[in-house]
Nanobody, 126 residues
Framework: QVQLVEAGGGSVQAGGSLRLSCVASGYNLSRRCMAWFRQAPGKEREGVAAIGGYGDTIYADSVKGRFTISEDNAKNTLYLQMNSLKPEENAMYYC????????????????????WGQGTQVTISS
């Protein structure tokens, strides 16, 4: 059974850091595109960061220089290091895996990602 499980969310003060993780089971992540999305209450889900099957990365403009996406293929795990967090980034954070087993160009749109985790809540207080 294909499954993505996020962890690492929590409550921090503005300016703080969190590291999210996403463990995949049931399939290999090594050449898929993987991404982190977030969804705040009343807002659409938006792409935050993505990594392609050969390591290319892409970030939303709002998080460039503060967030870093990475993966450990040996552990079948995706990470998102988030620094200098802002209160407006309160959201549920989701990881997603591409439907394509080989995906070179990462994207921040929901199309192409067919497997999703249940999310982990990130709360930033001002």
């Amino acid at each position: 059974q294909v499954q993505l499980v996020e962890a690492g969310g929590g409550s921090v003060q503005a300016g703080g850091s969190l590291r999210l993780s996403c463990v995949a089971s049931g399939y290999n992540l090594s050449r898929r595109c993987m991404a982190w999305f977030r969804q705040a209450p009343g807002k659409e889900r938006e792409g935050v960061a993505a990594i392609g099957g050969y390591g290319d990365t892409i970030y939303a403009d709002s998080v460039k220089g503060r967030f870093t996406i990475s993966e450990d293929n040996a552990k079948n795990t995706l990470y998102l290091q988030m620094n200098s967090l802002k209160p407006e980034e309160n959201a549920m954070y989701y990881c997603a895996a591409s439907s394509a087993t080989v995906c070179i160009v990462p994207a921040l749109t929901r199309e192409g990602y067919s497997n999703w985790g249940q999310g982990t809540q990130v709360t930033i207080s001002s």
